[in-house]
């Protein structure tokens, strides 16, 4: 169980991040989570947080270029060209933040992968669980014996 301190009521986090009910329910679903459940209280792990801390801040940055009036065609304003290092210190710099958003969706997989366990799969995928685990670890029932006469007896009907 999570210690109390670790343990952020949907509430709060709304009022920490600063978004409406709507907007928290959605951000859940698009990263694929649920809060978890102490009897009638619903809460969001220290994991669970810093997942939505990260997606706020992504969206948070997203909405500060869609909303800046400086950054629409036509009214970008005139600054000298960057030359040699600091140009590429800037393509670098972009460069290291699209890697960054690009990794976003895989890291949060990542996350969300490692906080789940076998319970958290779909049948599906605890079916074609349970079929690895039985190739890798097969019952060997059959004796030495058994196995070569069966394969004796593959090879004599090949033979007619």
């Known amino acids: 169980m999570t210690p109390e301190n670790e343990r952020t009521t949907p509430e709060e986090a709304m009022e920490l991040l600063g978004i409406e009910k709507s907007q928290y329910y959605a951000r859940l679903k698009k990263l694929g989570m649920k809060a978890k459940r102490d009897g009638k209280i619903l809460y969001l792990d220290e994991e669970q947080m810093q997942l939505l801390r990260d997606y706020n801040q992504a969206e948070n940055a997203i909405a500060l270029i869609d909303d800046s009036p400086g950054l629409t065609l ?8 960057p ?3 600091e140009r590429d210190d800037i393509m670098r710099q972009a460069a290291e933040l699209r890697a960054q958003q690009l990794a976003m969706p895989d890291l949060i997989k990542l996350y969300l992968a490692a906080g789940m366990n076998e319970s958290d799969l779909p049948p599906d995928l605890r ?3 349970a079929a690895t685990r039985t190739a890798a670890n097969p019952n060997i029932k059959k004796s030495a014996a058994t196995i070569a006469q069966s394969m004796l007896q593959e090879y004599r009907s090949h033979q007619k």
């Open 83 to 85: 030359a040699g290092d």
């Open 127 to 129: 079916e074609a669980l």
């Open 74 to 81: 036509g009214n970008i304003p005139q600054v000298e060209e």
